[in-house]
């Protein structure tokens, strides 16, 4: 009888002292992970990426653009900007913007003043309008 409950109790706490307690712990940020895994997280998923962006392409074929094309691109920039400015002296005068309603072909611009800026409400003929707030100084 002593073996027995020798043998029991040896039994016994060898059972407890090999157990542990188990806790889950997340690894992804997303789900309660520690925020310091994200950069690992992402460079391995993208590492793993098999799939391409067909929108990559373009990107890349804008970023290696002509420069003959850029070139081409800033004078026209250049050319209109001095163009409207050009207009905007000889229909505003030099003292600039003033309140009121104008029509320039198809376009009716319509100044007024507001509670944050002069407020510059430009409609086209085909009913689309556009607001532009100039704060003021």
Not at 43 to 57: F, G, I, R, V
Not at 106 to 121: E, K, M, T, Y
Request: net charge negative; aromatic share 10%.
């Amino acid at each position: 009888m002593k073996h027995y409950l020798l043998l029991l109790l040896l039994v016994t706490t060898c059972q407890t002292g090999l157990t542990q307690g188990l806790v889950y712990r997340p690894v992804n940020p997303s789900f309660g992970g520690d925020t310091f895994n994200y950069n690992w997280l992402m460079s391995s998923a993208q590492a793993q990426d098999k799939t391409k962006d067909p929108d990559a392409a373009k990107l890349s074929s804008a970023a290696n653009q002509d420069p003959l094309a850029d070139f081409t691109n800033s004078l026209n920039r250049q050319l209109l900007n001095s163009i409207s400015q050009r207009l905007l002296k000889d229909q505003f005068g030099e003292e600039g913007i003033k309140e009121g309603t104008y029509q320039f072909g198809g376009f009716v611009v319509d100044v007024s003043p507001g509670s944050n800026g002069l407020i510059v409400r430009i409609t086209d003929g085909k009913g689309g309008e556009t607001s532009i707030t100039v704060p003021y100084y």
